[in-house]
């Protein structure tokens, strides 16, 4: 048999196109997204420091923050589960159902804003609303403060977090030292993470066809950015409206917060982040797959019905925005004293 020998140039002419077109694929996906940076971002007005970390970290897990001492930041916001609790609706104070889908916690300080409607500006906005929601953790901001201010491993961790300061312990304080905690649950290290960094093999054949479809269906449209999305609000329905069950037509979304009628069913984009990880979708939380979430989007969002393959590649893609999940030991809490105030019956 007659060997057949090809010079490099050759070879090189022929892969060529090959290699354009992964080079092309990786420079728009770098226009449009950024990696999960591996250093905790700063946070706007709130310095984040060892002793707040620290000090957040245990808040987050303390159940007596809410009035009954059984729910805490962590019960809806579960750092072992994605950074949500999994279920259509978070339950509350009395076992009450909430009206939406808890988000994830993780990435969330890259977020613009907070909550599907985007009514808290900032971690620490947010970090007030389910500790006074009657629905969640149905407590005051005086009896957060009463509760902390009888704990003297609470006040000396107050004091030590907020040098200087003649009022450390209060519910301000409180917010920013849980914002400032929440700050560090990113997760970076995904393999598009990887890939945006130039690592071409850090996604297969399947996962790039899905990365394209992404983009040039129009998804990134919306879900853009560090985060994939958390940036800006929408209508929920551009092309054609999803059912009631998905898009319930109680919920008006950010229409609620600017009494503006163009922000009906309007509601910030879901970061992507972690997907994988956070069913059931959407604001309803009523779609418990991620490939049934690519289809509606594609119908509501983009008024086009994706096919099996692409909804699969899609959906591929999605799976590789999963990045190292935070590992945070459980704290051990400040003891009660007899001055703690006692928990309330969880009456429904």
Known sequence: MKATFVSAAVVGALMWPAFASADALMKEAQELFEPIPSTVPAVKNNTVTRAKVELGKKLFFDPRLSSSHLISCNTCHNLGMGGDDNLETSIGHGWAKGPRNAP??????????????GRAEDLKAQAKGPIQAGVEMNNTPDMVEKTLLSMPAYVQSFEEAF???????????????????????????????????????????????GLKLFMDKGCAACHAGVNLGGQDYYPFGVMEKPGADILPEGDKGRYAVTKTADDAYVFRAGPLRNIELTAPYFHSGNVWQLEQAVAVMGESQLGEKLSDKEVVDITAFLKTLTGEQPRVEYPILPVSTHRTPKPTAMTQ
């Open 104 to 117: 994830t916690v993780f990435n969330a300080v890259f977020n613009v804003a907070q909550f599907w409607d």
């Open 163 to 209: 040098p200087g300061e003649a009022k450390a312990v209060s519910f301000d304080n409180m917010a920013k030292a849980i914002e400032a905690f929440e700050a560090t649950l990113i997760t970076p290290g995904s393999r598009f993470d990887a890939y945006l960094e130039g690592n071409a093999n850090a996604l297969n054949a399947q996962e790039k066809n």
